[in-house]
């Protein structure tokens, strides 16, 4: 035509393209024997009904197709797991609030931080997800392993070691305001209960004697977070006083109250 373009057909056509698609195949794969870059051309062809009985292969040239199977995809990768915190080590007391964080990257999946699944040595299971809080831990130390799984079936890990040591447990607090009433016989005794860790407390009962001095002895025990006793000790002159206790060891008494029944 006038642009000096016309269409043209058959092998003197064809020849200089698959030739071409050769030379771009063997530069892209210069390590290939003649073998190869033969199969990757023809193997790779775009089959069509029209080149049935034709052509050796029944299709056409696609140099996409030869470049695509030429580049495999890369293998996959496990993924890398990171523990933002807490720091490690980690040393906590018992029963403290420990906020577990971290992410995880695949170069396939990209961002699956949400799929971190977090255990314990000593507990198991403790959390999900790229973050979360417990209070739960046991005394010991642990090894806490946040571990995730990409599509490809492949498995990343972190750990971090965190140490819960036993609760430190204090002398509770002595109770104050200590009041005894009599009501028919029957002493009621009340207090103000000042801790929040004590497991019991003592009320002391001593006896006036006929001399005028103290004597008789007797200890009972309640429970914690108890404010009252009652009992009926029978006729005489007494006098209670009250402390709390613990595994640590007892408080200081309260004074005594005095009593004629």
Do not use: C
């Amino acid at each position: 035509n006038a642009n000096g373009y016309a269409y043209a057909s058959g092998t003197s056509m064809a020849t200089p393209h698959v030739t071409g698609a050769v030379a771009l195949l063997s530069g892209f794969k210069p390590t290939w024997t003649w073998q190869q870059l033969r199969a990757g051309v023809l193997n790779t062809v775009r089959t069509t009904t029209a080149m049935t009985g034709i052509t050796v292969t029944g299709g056409v040239l696609n140099i996409n197709n030869m470049l695509v199977a030429a580049s495999p995809p890369p293998a996959n990768t496990a993924p890398v797991v990171t523990i933002s915190s807490p720091a490690d080590p980690t040393t906590v007391g018992s029963g403290a609030n420990v906020t577990f964080t971290g992410s995880s990257i695949d170069t396939q999946d990209g961002d699956i931080s949400a799929g971190l699944s977090w255990s314990s040595n000593l507990d198991g299971a403790i959390g999900s997800g790229a973050s979360f809080s417990t209070t739960t831990l046991s005394v010991g130390t642990h090894t806490v392993t946040a571990s995730s799984t990409d599509s490809g079936s492949l498995n990343g890990t972190d750990t971090v070691t965190v140490t819960v040591n036993s609760p430190v447990v204090t002398i509770p607090a002595a109770p104050s305001n200590l009041v005894a009433t009599k009501l028919s016989g029957l002493v009621q005794l009340t207090w103000t209960d000042n801790s929040n860790n004590e497991t019991g407390f003592t009320i002391e009962r001593q006896t006036r004697l006929s001399n005028g001095a103290w004597g008789s002895t007797t200890t009972y025990s309640v429970g914690a977070d108890t404010t009252t006793f009652s009992q009926s000790p029978g006729r005489g002159r007494y006098r209670f006083r009250v402390r709390s206790f613990n595994s640590a060891g007892a408080s200081a008494w309260t004074g005594y109250v005095n009593v004629k029944i």
